[in-house]
C-alpha cells in the first residue's frame, strides 16, 4: 500500500492552565453542593434521633431517611453552613399533615420565647390539626371529643397517672391549671381564628401572638396589640398539637406549645442505621460495637 499523500497531524493538547483548573474543579464543587442543596432541601433528608421522647417508635441514636417531598419541600431555613436563619418558602407537595403522622420539624423553641432559637430538628407526632380540639383526661387522649389512638410502639414509664390537681408550672400555655396527664381542652389555633382576649387569659396568648410578629401588651387591664387597644385575635398561620410516644419522657407540645405547619420539614420513613448517640467520635472501637443492626431497616409508623 502506499503511503497517503497528506499524513494524518495528531493535535497535541497544551496543558492547561493552573487558574483555569482550578476554575474547573471550583465549577464542579458548585453543580455538586447545589444538587445536594435541593435533594436535602426538597427531596430527602437525614437525622439522628438524640433522645428517647419517641420510644419505642423510634429509638435513641437511629439514623432516619425523612421523606421532605410529601408535604412540599422548602427552601433552606439558614444560610448553609452558618446558623443565620433566611426566609424560606415551601412547594407544593402531595398532601398535609395528617393526625397521626409522625413528623420531623423546626422547633420553635422554649415555651416563653419569642425568637426563634438556633434551628434545631425535633421527632414527634401529630396529634391534632389545625381547629381541632385536644383534652387529655388521665393520659388519655381526646380529639374533638373521641378517644385518639394510642401509638402501636407508645409507652408509659410510670405506673399512675398525675392527680388532676397537681398543676405543672412549666406546661404550656403560661398560667394552665394543667399537667402533662391532665391537659386541657385547649384549642389548636387555626388560620382565621378569632381569639377572645381577656385580662385572665392574656398571659396565656401574649407569647403566642408576639411569635406571629406583633408586640403586645396589657395596661391596667386594657389590652393592646402593636399600639392599638383590642380584645380580640385573628390567628395568621396553622398550627399543630404535637407529643412524643414515649409520654413519660417527652418535652413537647404539653410543654413548650403548638409548631406552625410551615415549620414542619417531612415525615421519617426507615432507619438506615443505629448505634449509641452518647459515645464519643475517639471512642471509635466502642461506636462500632455498638451498632445495632436489628434497627437498620424498621419502617417507621
Known amino acids: 500500500m ?16 493552573p487558574a483555569s483548573q482550578i476554575l474547573g474543579i471550583m465549577k464542579e464543587l458548585f453543580c455538586v453542593c447545589t444538587a445536594v442543596l435541593f435533594i436535602n432541601s426538597f427531596v430527602l433528608a437525614s437525622f439522628e434521633v438524640p433522645t428517647r421522647s419517641m420510644e419505642d417508635t423510634v429509638k435513641a441514636g437511629d439514623r432516619l431517611l425523612v421523606n421532605r417531598l410529601i408535604y412540599g419541600g422548602t427552601t433552606p431555613y439558614t444560610i448553609p453552613f452558618t446558623s443565620v436563619r433566611i426566609p424560606h418558602f415551601r412547594v407544593p407537595g402531595f ?14 423553641g422554649e415555651r416563653d420565647q419569642v425568637e426563634k432559637p438556633k434551628q434545631m430538628w425535633f421527632l414527634k407526632r401529630c396529634i391534632a390539626l389545625p381547629g381541632d380540639t385536644i383534652r387529655i383526661d388521665r393520659r388519655l387522649v381526646y380529639i374533638n371529643g ?69 408586640s403586645t401588651a396589657m395596661i391596667g387591664g386594657r389590652i393592646f ?3 392599638a387597644e383590642t380584645n380580640r385575635y385573628t390567628v395568621a398561620r396553622d398550627y399543630l398539637f404535637a407529643m412524643g410516644d414515649n409520654r413519660d419522657d417527652s418535652l413537647d407540645s404539653r410543654f413548650w406549645g403548638f409548631v406552625p405547619v410551615e415549620d414542619v420539614i417531612g415525615t421519617p420513613m426507615v432507619v438506615f442505621w443505629s448505634w449509641n448517640p452518647k459515645i464519643p467520635w475517639y471512642y471509635l472501637g466502642a461506636k462500632i460495637y455498638s451498632i445495632n443492626p436489628s434497627r437498620i431497616g424498621t419502617l417507621i409508623r
Open 2 to 17: 502506499g503511503v497517503p499523500l497528506f499524513g494524518v497531524l495528531k493535535m497535541k493538547e497544551s496543558p492547561k492552565h
Open 146 to 214: 373521641r378517644k385518639a389512638d394510642y401509638p402501636a410502639h407508645g409507652k408509659f414509664l410510670r405506673a399512675f397517672s398525675q392527680p388532676a390537681d397537681d398543676w405543672n408550672a412549666q406546661i404550656f400555655p403560661r398560667g394552665a391549671k394543667f399537667n402533662e396527664d391532665n391537659y386541657g381542652p385547649i384549642v389548636v389555633p387555626k388560620k382565621g381564628m378569632t381569639l377572645r382576649l381577656e385580662p385572665e387569659n392574656f398571659d396565656s396568648w401574649e407569647v403566642f401572638i408576639q411569635r406571629e410578629g406583633h
Open 225 to 227: 396589640i402593636d399600639g
Open 95 to 108: 398532601r398535609n399533615v395528617e393526625r397521626g403522622d409522625v413528623i420531623v420539624f423546626d422547633w420553635p
